[in-house]
């Protein structure tokens, strides 16, 4: 099989690749996703019967991570925002193990999670967190 035709055929299973984000705030996670996607538009974000929620008035960055969003030029990325764990809350943690595992045991391959991006700013130095060192060293399924 060629790789055109391979590919082709991955494109026919796939209705869309689904990834978590995960980050601090301004860590250009919002920046690296319109790159991937080659746009300049603003998400839309969606809740589960697919309306989407993004309003003009409502404020950026805060995102469920059980509400996807996409582009609406590229909807075959789909994406999930973490809350991040610079706040230092053990829930958030929790919240994002929960959305993995979720994910893990989805028996359709349109619901499991495709990819992780850790999204951390390249010219600031510092540390990973106590949390952040929590979510990679903790046994998953899969790995």
Same mark, same amino acid.
């Given at each position: 099989?060629?790789?055109?035709?391979?590919?082709? @055929?991955?494109?026919?299973?796939?209705?869309?690749?689904?990834?978590?984000? #995960?980050?601090?705030?301004?860590? $250009? @996670?919002?920046?690296?996703?319109?790159?991937?996607?080659?746009?300049?538009?603003?998400?839309?974000?969606?809740?589960?019967?697919? @309306?989407?929620?993004?309003?003009?008035?409502v404020?950026? $960055? #805060?995102h469920?991570?059980?509400?996807?969003?996409?582009?609406?030029?590229?909807? @075959?990325f789909?994406?999930?925002?973490?809350? $991040?764990?610079?706040?230092?809350?053990?829930?958030?943690?929790?919240?994002?193990?929960?959305?993995?595992?979720?994910?893990?045991?989805?028996?359709?391959?349109?619901?499991?999670?495709?990819?992780?991006?850790?999204?951390?700013?390249?010219?600031?130095?510092?540390?990973?967190?106590?949390?952040?060192?929590?979510?990679?060293?903790?046994?998953?399924? $899969?790995?």
């Open positions: 099989m060629s790789d055109i035709a391979a590919a082709s @055929k991955l494109r026919d299973k796939y209705t869309h690749f689904r990834i978590l984000v #995960i980050g601090r705030a301004n860590a $250009g @996670k919002t920046t690296l996703l319109k790159r991937v996607c080659n746009t300049t538009e603003e998400p839309c974000i969606y809740d589960d019967q697919g @309306k989407n929620l993004l309003r003009e008035t404020a950026r $960055g #805060i469920d991570i059980n509400c996807p969003f996409s582009f609406a030029s590229n909807p @075959k789909t994406f999930h925002d973490s809350p $991040g764990f610079e706040t230092g809350d053990e829930a958030q943690l929790k919240t994002v193990q929960e959305f993995i595992e979720k994910c893990a045991s989805a028996t359709e391959v349109d619901n499991q999670l495709h990819a992780i991006w850790f999204c951390v700013t390249p010219d600031v130095s510092r540390f990973l967190s106590n949390l952040e060192m929590d979510f990679f060293n903790q046994e998953r399924a $899969g790995k």
